[in-house]
């Protein structure tokens, strides 16, 4: 069952720009993670965000989390091409099992 | 290096050829996972495993058998693959417990069934 829904589906922006993904979900969490995938590869994880927590930084990341609102976002700041790729959210439910929800990601497209 | 591995990489069978995608981890991970994608679907779990011969299904487990009997392997077995599982697979794995949510992922298998 998909629990995170990003939007939008798509992104295309100019380098340098900086780059916004949302997400949303409908049911209580553990934890809220941003994950990255080039295009046909492996996901590699970016940030994770509790619940108990309203923003995260990492580098060029900003990730905040507003569980009233069952959303989140991620933040990418001066883009650079590299960051071409798509971004997917997973939820860790409440109850802290290590099961994630993937939504269908973000595909962002950073152009030089 | 701390990875996740996957064979074969790429694989196109034929209806109802029974097959093995393996699945290796060397970060003495307790929970391992097998997620296929397909174009506007997203990532769809299809089984997982909390640790040694401890397994259960995910959203998409029809087709498709697993096993763990060691801590390292988890493989994704189809008995009798049909064209609606062509898709690309991922195996993931994480260790449990608070503060190790975090999925490492392999390489990816992307499996044609004609």
């Known amino acids: 069952s998909q629990q995170g829904e990003e939007d939008p589906q798509a992104l295309s922006i100019q380098e340098g720009e900086n780059a916004t993904m949302n997400c949303s979900y409908k049911?209580?969490?553990?934890?809220l993670q941003w994950y990255r995938q080039n295009s046909g590869r492996g996901l590699v994880h970016l940030i994770l965000?509790?619940?108990?927590?309203r923003e995260k930084h990492s580098g060029r990341l900003r990730v905040t989390l507003d569980t009233s609102k069952k959303s989140s976002s991620l933040l990418i700041t001066a883009s650079r091409a590299a960051d071409t790729a798509s971004y997917f959210c997973?939820?860790?439910?409440?109850?802290?099992?290590?099961?994630?929800?993937f939504g269908k990601g973000t595909k962002l497209t950073v152009n030089p | 290096e701390a990875q996740v591995t996957q064979n074969p990489r790429y694989l196109i069978t034929v209806t109802g050829k029974k097959l093995t995608v393996t699945c290796s981890q060397n970060?003495?991970?307790?929970?391992m996972s097998w997620y296929r994608q397909d174009p506007g679907l997203g990532l769809r779990q299809i089984y997982y495993?909390?640790?040694?011969?401890?397994?259960d299904k995910g959203d998409v487990p029809e087709g498709y058998k697993v096993s763990r009997k060691e801590k390292r392997n988890f493989p994704l077995i189809l008995e009798s693959p049909s064209p609606n599982q062509t898709s690309l697979y991922f195996c993931?794995?994480?260790?449990?417990?608070?503060?190790?949510?975090?999925?490492?992922f392999g390489p990816g298998t992307r499996l044609l069934v004609l």
């Open positions: 993931a794995s994480s260790s449990a417990g608070a503060g190790k949510e975090t999925q490492y």
């Open positions: 049911t209580s969490i553990n934890n």
């Open positions: 965000i509790r619940s108990n927590e």
């Open positions: 997973a939820t860790g439910p409440k109850g802290g099992s290590e099961k994630l929800v």
């Open positions: 970060m003495n991970h307790e929970y």
């Open positions: 495993s909390m640790n040694v011969e401890v397994t």
